[in-house]
């Protein structure tokens, strides 16, 4: 338990940075943009947000493990520059389609600043931080990933102050990711092409991660149309207000993430004895993590948004207490998934069933939408993530069953 808890120290304390750095910003933002322009622009986060998942594809999941079983740092370089292949065949792609999703949904007084603020963050998607995970070393991930991003808000926040244009902003965060990207490439693999001249063969890599990628995008396609939703189909209050939840619960997603990274390592170590029991940890921890956070967002959602958004829009009680329902599922899940299914190769039952919940909410969110119930979006995106874990539950549980029969295996 020592590992973990220095795993999670390491994975928590350093990227907390770009944790407190957009806090600092959203009341800088909001002062100038507007309850109006609120919604849109965290609606072109959002779908930023998205984009940058399906640049990810499976490297997220997949890639740490692949690096983890590199013989060399040959072998690791060959791994990354494959990613940057594959990802560099769908940045063309993806970006422009996002930038004109981002176009229809926002306000249109505020369509160019919610367009660049979905390329910027899109961007992410290129991040080497799945290499740092899998390396096991939260000083890369902070170096490459956090600092270049704190870099870019702390300089953003003084001019944001002066001229009121949010470009600055965006350009400086697309600027320090693309940066940082050219250091990683020349530090960890020296002198390898990135441009994907065997195009049919980076076809085949995305394929070959198809049902991994597909896991990833059906849960975050629910988890990014909230802000979107309401956007296009509510009344500027009700979405300002919704999007001011929204973002809560994705600053509040950190913790899991942050979390999953510590406890999966752990969990799935070679050799190591009493599985079981590691798995109960990282299960109750997520569940202990699920409870508190639900009800911090509910308790303290609205005061804590009127204000990060200098009092321009203000998420609800009943917002923030479905988000907070949202949140303790999709905690609850996340062990069973990353630490239980996925390592038994259980890609396509979660897949099936993450498609399944994904259909679910994003229908029952449209429909709230066309009502013009902010709410109900909220509530459509609770549900998924409670029809997931409970679907996911009892496969989960007769996996962890197994490993009781399991031999025991000395340290």
Not at 210 to 219: D, F, K, P, Q, V
Request: proline fraction near 5%.
């Amino acid at each position: 338990m020592r590992t973990v808890l220095l795993r999670l120290s390491g994975f928590t304390i350093l990227p907390l940075l770009s944790l407190i750095t957009p806090l600092l910003l959203l009341p800088v933002i909001s002062g100038f943009v507007g309850g109006e322009g609120i919604s849109s622009v965290i609606s072109g986060q959002a779908i930023g947000t998205f984009a940058a998942t399906v640049l990810m594809w499976g490297w997220n999941v997949d890639g740490p493990v692949a690096i983890a079983r590199a013989a060399s740092s040959s072998d690791r370089a060959g791994v990354y520059l494959r990613s940057i292949r594959t990802r560099l065949i769908l940045l063309v792609v993806t970006v422009p389609a996002a930038a004109a999703v981002a176009a229809i949904v926002a306000v249109p007084a505020f369509r160019w600043e919610a367009v660049a603020m979905t390329c910027a963050v899109a961007l992410a998607g290129m991040s080497p931080s799945w290499f740092c995970i899998g390396l096991g070393q939260p000083r890369l991930l902070a170096v490459y990933d956090t600092v270049p991003r704190f870099i870019a808000t702390a300089l953003a926040v003084p001019v944001l102050l002066v001229s009121h244009q949010l470009w600055y902003y965006t350009g400086l965060l697309a600027a320090t990711t693309l940066a940082s990207l050219i250091v990683f490439h020349r530090t960890y693999s020296p002198g390898g092409n990135w441009w994907p001249r065997d195009l049919r063969g980076a076809v085949r890599e995305l394929g070959a991660q198809g049902r991994t990628a597909g896991i990833s995008l059906a849960g975050n396609a629910y988890a990014s149309t909230p802000a979107p939703i309401a956007t296009a189909s509510t009344a500027p209050a009700a979405s300002g207000s919704l999007a001011t939840a929204d973002t809560l619960y994705r600053f509040g997603l950190f913790t899991v993430v942050a979390l999953g990274n510590a406890f999966q390592g752990w969990t799935l170590e070679r050799g190591a004895s009493d599985r079981k029991r590691r798995h109960l940890a990282a299960i109750w921890s997520h569940i202990g993590l699920g409870v508190i956070g639900a009800a911090v967002l509910t308790v303290a959602g609205p005061f804590v948004s009127s204000l990060l958004f200098a009092g321009q829009a203000q998420a609800t009680t009943e917002l923030c207490l479905y988000y907070g329902i949202a949140f303790l599922f999709l905690s609850a899940s996340t062990p069973f998934i990353r630490n239980l299914l996925i390592p038994a190769g259980q890609q396509g039952l979660v897949l099936r069933w993450t498609l399944i919940s994904a259909a679910f909410g994003v229908a029952a969110m449209i429909y709230a939408g066309f009502m013009g119930n902010a709410p109900g979006i909220a509530l459509g995106m609770a549900l998924s993530e409670a029809i997931l874990f409970l679907t996911l539950l009892i496969p989960g549980s007769k996996l962890l069953a197994t490993e009781s029969m399991e031999p025991v295996a000395a340290e």
